[in-house]
């Protein structure tokens, strides 16, 4: 238990200090501990530590987390690609679903969300980059998302979200970062996701208030 006290007290210590370099409060980015493949006991671990917001990218697998934890006031952010499959299942477990990129998907989460009540909190997943793997609306495309996400009762489009292309130098990630943080700022959203292990101090430099942080917290894992 030290051991990991002083790794995300280490985590914590990088974020408030990228965030006065930016000029802005040492509070002001706030951490979504990426828990994905991480076991149950490790994540008590965390919590125990803790940690309060956990990022899964596998809704059956963040469904079981949330049950395990029920009652100690979590919040689950969805934070990799969601399939349009999956929707209704994401609805009911996630707080915050940070990767929201078409209509159709737009469209299911508010209907799914009406269905039990809830307004779902989303994040417009934006592809800045040319990558043809990489999940995300094209900046042309984000207006006409805002829109139909106004006229929506049970949907909140609570800001923007971004991966940039992977680069060794987190420095060569900063444009990606700026570009977002002004069409965020353009629209007036609360939250800007950006940055994960690798980059989060340049993100949070350049406007980030959330940050998506595994390996630093977790270690390397396992994804296949």
């Known amino acids: 238990m030290p051991d990991f006290l002083h790794t995300i007290g280490d985590v914590y210590r ?67 690609h969601l ?12 707080d915050l679903i940070h990767s929201v990129d078409n209509m159709d998907l737009l469209g299911l989460i508010e209907k799914h969300a009406a269905a ?38 049970h949907v909140e489009v609570r800001g923007l979200m971004t991966v940039p292309p992977f680069f060794d130098d987190p420095e060569a990630a900063r444009p990606y970062f700026r570009r977002l943080f002004e069409i965020n700022e353009a629209y007036g959203f609360p939250e800007l996701s950006m940055g994960m292990t690798g980059d989060f101090e340049a993100a949070i430099e350049e406007g980030a208030t959330l940050v998506r942080v595994g390996t630093a917290l977790f270690g390397e894992r396992d994804y296949a």
Do not use: Y
Not at 84 to 94: D, P, S
């Open 116 to 153: 039990i009540g809830k307004r779902q909190a989303v994040l417009i997943q934006v592809k800045l980059s040319g990558e043809q793997r990489k999940s995300g609306c094209d900046e042309a495309a984000l207006r006409a998302m805002v829109d139909a996400a106004t006229g929506m009762e």
């Open 83 to 94: 399939q349009r499959n999956k929707a209704r299942a994401a609805v009911e477990v996630f």
């Open 14 to 80: 990088r974020m408030s200090h990228a965030a006065m370099r930016g000029g802005r409060e040492p509070d002001a980015a706030h951490l979504v501990a990426v828990s994905k493949t991480v076991p149950v006991e490790v994540v008590r671990e965390a919590v125990d530590c803790g940690l309060r917001v956990f990022g899964e990218s596998r809704v059956r697998e963040a469904a079981a987390k949330a049950a395990a934890f029920a009652g100690l006031g979590l919040s689950w952010h969805m934070v990799g």
